[in-house]
C-alpha cells in the first residue's frame, strides 16, 4: 500500500548540487520516518539519511553527513533530500525509503522503498 516516487536524479559535476524529491502515497506518512537510501553498481544499498516523523530529528551517514540535508513537508506528503558538494562517490540510484517506526538510524528498520532515482556525478 505504500508508493513512493523519486525523481530529480541526474548528471552533475563533482562539487555540484542536486535535490531529490520524494512523492509518498501512504495515508498515514505523517506518522512514520523516511529516509534516503542508494546503491552503487556492484554494490550494497545503503544508508543515506533519514528524518523523524515530524521532522525534529535527522540522521545521517558519515559520508554524507554535512553535505546532504533531508527535508520533509508532511502537507504535501514529499520528502527530499538536498545534496551539495557531490562526489564521484555519490553516483548511485538514490530510493526514498519508509519506516514503521517514528525515528530510523538503520538501514534494517526501513520497511519499504520505491524504484530509484538515479544520481552521476562526474569528476
Known amino acids: 500500500q505504500v508508493q513512493l516516487v523519486e525523481s530529480g536524479g541526474g548528471s552533475v559535476e563533482a562539487g555540484g548540487s542536486l535535490t531529490l524529491s520524494c512523492a509518498a502515497s501512504a495515508v498515514a506518512f505523517h506518522n512514520y520516518a523516511m529516509g534516503w537510501l542508494r546503491q552503487a553498481p556492484g554494490e550494497q544499498r545503503e544508508f543515506v539519511a533519514s528524518?523523524?516523523?515530524?521532522?525534529?530529528?535527522?540522521y545521517y551517514s558519515d559520508s554524507v553527513e554535512g553535505r546532504f540535508t533531508i527535508s520533509r513537508d508532511n502537507n504535501k506528503n514529499m520528502v527530499y533530500l538536498q545534496m551539495n558538494s557531490l562526489k564521484p562517490e555519490d553516483t548511485a540510484v538514490y530510493y526514498c525509503a519508509q519506516s514503521g517506526l517514528r525515528a530510523v538510524s538503520r538501514i534494517s528498520e526501513f520497511g519499504s522503498w520505491g524504484q530509484g532515482t538515479q544520481v552521476t556525478v562526474s569528476s
Open positions: 528524518i523523524s516523523w515530524n521532522g525534529d530529528w535527522t
